[in-house]
């Protein structure tokens, strides 16, 4: 049991060594491509906010994920959920468009969660009333939604001032998240990723629904015998992971950002599957995960500024981590048998 | 005492130096939409940084950055890192890049295509690509068999209005049947989606074709389906050797290397350039022998009136497409006009995406 949370540090180092080997075979010093990598970043007081606030919107999804993996419904459509939160989150924000209260904002916040819920309950409902394959579907959704905030920023919520560019106005201050020091972007929004840490390790450890959620994920048939329902604990998954990635989402609108555009997103929803799964789906875990993937973000561009070495080198040490947790958890759980084939062996 | 006198000494000394060195530290940053390769905008703002570098000044680039919260921490990471002199080049890092620029008084920003300039380290510059769309144009309206023209459009924004408007005009000119199909994309970069976008409108009967996106796969589709098309950014001849009658070549080089030098000699100003055919900034390729000698002739002879400012390419009379006149006859549209285009021109077929 101890070794199951210690492959993801295994994995890690083993994606550090490729890493090296990858800069020496392109011809760079590998201890100080890895240095630009992974300390030059996180080396200041701002770079350590920028890894935070790279981290929440991931460590944020990744919670909710968490539910959802965890009793064996595969969500793989956190980005739509992302998207469409924003989406609601970011109407609100315009319909108080040059208002001032201090209710704007967590009416803002509350929305995005909404919309989130929503979008997530649409592949739910569909599982549990309809049989589809929850992957599928969710995945699609992906789509809309970013077809949806296409139509909406181009069109009706296009910014009157903007020349017809596909954007919305500047949020008012009112639902913009409070920074936490002045000349970093760090924001509110990181309480609301620990809140949902927090809470969903009480949710998952110490209440019944958490129970019913492991079982499920261990045995849907046990889950069955001991009269669990089913259908009612897959719809509120679901609405916990779509409230997560709504979250993630209109932290990023009011946070960083200060608008609806058609960028909001550099594929948080999908990494974010990374990071569920390099934390091993704990709460705490997790915390960890999204920090070290937030990481190889940010050592991508400082590879790229002081070096130049490809940008893309970051999806590539994103893959190796999934690659070398894989390869460990399989290593770790079955045993290697090398079998030799007698010749007799052969005919039958 | 003394200690200090002489510590103090030593740090003035160095600090001397390092402002006598400044100019052999000046550094130019450049950020990318796009990756490197995409043989379309990207690669020729990577062509312009090329140049930089040959000017003999220091230079790095980040490539394929989202527009979205992760621009501003590359160009803030660029201002804290040493680089004098910034160029974001892509309309979404408009708002970062005065964001940064407030905080960095001492650093000069240029940003691509944006209209913020909101502190005085803030210039911007773009390009009258609409004068390369005139000559294309001119060639796709007497090349036509089949009076279609496709066009495959990114955003709804004045840029790419301008350029569907300057082309049509330009064409009516030569042929006046001609109709205008368009295919909104909502992409810069996709080569799946823009290869569709070519198929669909060589399946509606268009039998040349241009685009206002970035990758080679409109070209490339023209070229298998045989029918005509022009590159799009930069010098595209390779990828569609028959089909391509020319190309709109993004020069970016000569305006990098002046204001490069300009900012590393402290006589950088703030302005806002846009630059065409005359100055160089837009460019045009080889023509296409197929156009024939009297075309190619005829094209020349107006790219050079269009350089000269002999002919503009928005003449009135200009109607939109409920045949109210936009420019009266004899006039000339002005670039107040120009910059926020948003209405067709008569003979485009269809509405602006709202």
Not at chain 1, 193 to 201: C, D, G, H, R, Y
Not at chain 1, 203 to 230: C, D, E, M, N, R
Not at chain 2, 152 to 161: G, K, T, Y
Request: some cysteine; glycine content about 10%; charged content about 15%.
């Amino acid at each position: 049991m101890a070794l199951y949370f210690f492959t993801p540090f295994i994995a890690i180092i083993l994606t550090i060594l490729g890493g090296g080997i990858i800069f020496y075979i392109l011809g760079f010093n590998p201890i100080e491509a890895l240095k630009f990598y992974f300390i030059t970043p996180i080396s200041n007081l701002y770079g350590l906010s920028e890894l935070l606030l790279k981290a929440t919107p991931l460590c944020l999804i990744a919670i909710g994920l968490s539910f959802c993996f965890k009793s064996n419904n595969w969500n793989i459509g956190a980005e739509g959920q992302l998207t469409f939160g924003a989406i609601v989150g970011g109407g609100v924000a315009l319909l108080f468009y040059n208002q001032e209260g201090f209710y704007i904002l967590p009416l803002v916040i509350l929305a995005g969660a909404i919309g989130g819920m929503i979008f997530a309950l649409i592949p739910a409902i569909l599982k549990t009333y309809f049989n589809t394959n929850e992957i599928l579907v969710s995945l699609m959704l992906v789509y809309v939604s970013k077809l949806i905030l296409d139509y909406l920023v181009v069109g009706p919520w296009s910014n009157p001032e903007g020349f017809n560019f596909p954007e919305t106005r500047q949020f008012s201050d009112s639902s913009r998240m409070p920074l936490l020091f002045e000349g970093l972007r760090i924001h509110a929004g990181i309480f609301l990723a620990l809140a949902a840490v927090m809470l969903s390790w009480f949710i998952l450890y110490k209440t019944y629904l958490g129970f019913q959620i492991k079982v499920s994920g261990l045995s849907l048939k046990t889950a069955k015998y001991a009269g669990f329902k089913g259908k009612t604990m897959i719809l509120v998954v679901f609405m916990i992971s779509g409230a997560c990635a709504g979250l993630a989402g209109v932290g990023e609108i009011t946070g960083p950002i200060g608008q609806l555009h058609r960028m909001i997103s550099p594929d948080y929803g999908f990494t974010a599957i990374i990071v569920a799964f390099l934390g091993r789906l704990n709460p705490f875990g997790i915390i960890f995960a999204s920090l070290v993937v937030a990481l190889t973000y940010l050592g991508a561009e400082t590879a790229q500024i002081f070096l130049q070495i490809p940008k893309y080198t970051g999806q590539v040490f994103q893959g190796m981590i999934l690659f070398f947790l894989l390869a460990s958890d399989y290593l770790l759980f079955f045993k290697v048998k090398i079998l030799s084939l007698k010749k007799n062996e052969l005919r039958h | 005492m003394y200690k200090n006198f002489f510590r103090y000494l030593i740090s003035a000394i160095f600090l001397l130096g390092f402002s006598v060195n400044s100019n052999a530290d000046f550094k130019v940053g450049f950020v990318y939409v796009g990756p490197t390769g995409d043989h379309g905008w990207t690669f020729q703002h990577h062509e312009g940084r090329n140049a930089v570098e040959a000017a003999g000044i220091k230079t790095t680039f980040v490539e394929s950055v989202p527009e979205g919260a992760d621009a501003e921490r590359v160009i803030r990471q660029l201002a804290q890192s040493g680089h004098d002199l910034i160029f974001t080049t892509s309309f979404g890092y408009m708002d970062p890049t005065n964001k940064v620029a407030k905080d960095f008084p001492n650093v000069k920003f240029e940003h691509a295509t944006g209209y913020k300039r909101e502190h005085s380290n803030v210039s911007t510059y773009s390009a009258r690509f609409y004068e390369g769309r005139t000559l294309l144009g001119h060639i796709a309206g007497k090349m036509t068999k089949t009076n279609t023209i496709g066009y495959i459009a990114s955003f709804p924004i004045p840029e790419v209005i301008r350029g569907i408007n300057a082309m049509t005009l330009a064409a009516q000119k030569v042929n006046p049947n001609i109709k205008t199909k368009i295919v909104w994309v909502f992409t810069w970069y996709d080569p799946g989606k823009e290869a569709e976008a070519a198929q669909a409108l060589i399946d509606q009967g268009a039998d040349v074709i241009m685009q206002h996106t970035d990758s080679t796969a409109p070209v490339q589709t023209a070229e298998k389906a045989g029918v005509w098309s022009f590159g799009q950014a930069s010098d595209m001849q390779r990828f569609a050797p028959k089909s391509i009658l020319t190309s709109i070549i993004d020069d970016w080089a000569p305006y990098y290397v002046e204001r490069a030098i300009a900012a590393r000699d402290g006589t950088w100003n703030q302005q806002d350039t846009w630059h065409g055919l005359k100055e160089g900034m837009v460019a045009m390729g080889p023509y296409n022998s197929a156009m024939g000698a009297d075309l190619v002739k005829e094209v020349e002879q107006l790219q050079k009136d269009l350089a000269s400012g002999k002919v503009h390419s928005f003449t009135g009379p200009i109607y939109d497409q409920k045949g109210n006149i936009l420019v009266a006859e004899g006039k000339v549209a002005d670039d107040g006009m120009l910059a926020g285009m948003s209405v067709y021109v008569k003979g485009v077929e269809g509405d602006i995406p709202k």
